[in-house]
């Protein structure tokens, strides 16, 4: 029974395609992330979603749109797709952030290559 | 700018050769430290948290401590399914993101 769950896996696409990716977890945690892991397999944040609400978006370009319709999903949609966005994309969640419940559990990740 | 060094990049031990890795911060009040693990093709899987300095926790062949600057990651008498990177992230008080470091590849050879 998987925590945190992604699809797809895998997602190879042309420049310049629009692709979603989704993102759902069963341990009935408030707190969602999207990460990006590049090729140097460094880790960092871009979108945080607290039952439904947007609370964290860092500098990242406004093709990228997350969208969460429950506190148990988060999906991440790419416009425009460039080279530059190919990478491992995270999902995750925690339980409660603000109170020091922080510990995050990840997805498997989902590999992007733009061609 | 929350920071987050590990140290060393890359180690690679013999089966049962006991090692530490490194994970230097700075940050504006440590609420906490965290590390995961990280196997080729997966996502990080949580391993500790600590809190403030002098704090220990151990699983297994791993046992983690804290400073005021810095965290360990103690790996005892290594074994091949030790192998993977390991993540050290921080977050600040008042700040919900965690800021990861570059990870420590580790490499145990039977």
């Known amino acids: 029974d998987t925590a945190v769950s992604q699809t797809p896996k895998y997602l190879v696409t042309q420049m310049g395609n629009d692709k979603s990716i989704k993102c759902e977890q069963n341990?009935?945690?408030?707190?969602m992330y999207w990460y990006k892991q590049d090729s140097k397999k460094f880790l960092k944040i871009m979108f945080s979603?607290?039952?439904?609400?947007?609370?964290i978006n860092e500098t990242v370009p406004n093709r990228f749109s997350p969208k969460s319709p429950d506190k148990a999903h988060l999906n991440l949609h790419i416009n425009s797709l460039e080279l530059g966005d190919s990478a491992v994309y995270f999902c995750?969640?925690?339980?409660?952030?603000?109170?020091?419940?922080?510990?995050?559990?990840f997805g498997p990740g989902t590999r992007l290559t733009v061609t | 700018e929350d920071q987050v060094t590990q140290s060393p990049e890359a180690l690679r031990l013999q089966e049962g050769e006991s090692s530490s890795l490194n994970c230097s911060y700075t940050?504006?009040?440590?609420?906490?430290l965290f590390w995961y693990r990280q196997d080729p093709g997966k996502g990080p899987e949580f391993l500790f948290t600590?809190?403030?300095a002098g704090e220990e926790k151990e699983k297994e062949r791993l046992k983690a401590t804290l400073t005021k600057k810095e965290s360990f990651l103690h790996i005892t008498a290594p074994k091949p399914e030790d192998s993977a990177t390991y993540l050290c992230?921080?977050?600040?008080?008042?700040?919900?993101?965690?800021?990861f470091g570059k990870g420590n590849q580790v490499v145990v050879i039977p």
């Open positions: 979603y607290n039952n439904k609400e947007l609370i």
């Open positions: 940050v504006s009040g440590l609420r906490g």
């Open positions: 995750a969640s925690s339980q409660q952030p603000q109170a020091g419940k922080n510990e995050q559990y």
């Open positions: 992230a921080v977050q600040a008080r008042g700040n919900n993101r965690l800021a």
């Open positions: 600590l809190y403030s």
């Open positions: 341990l009935g945690h408030d707190t």
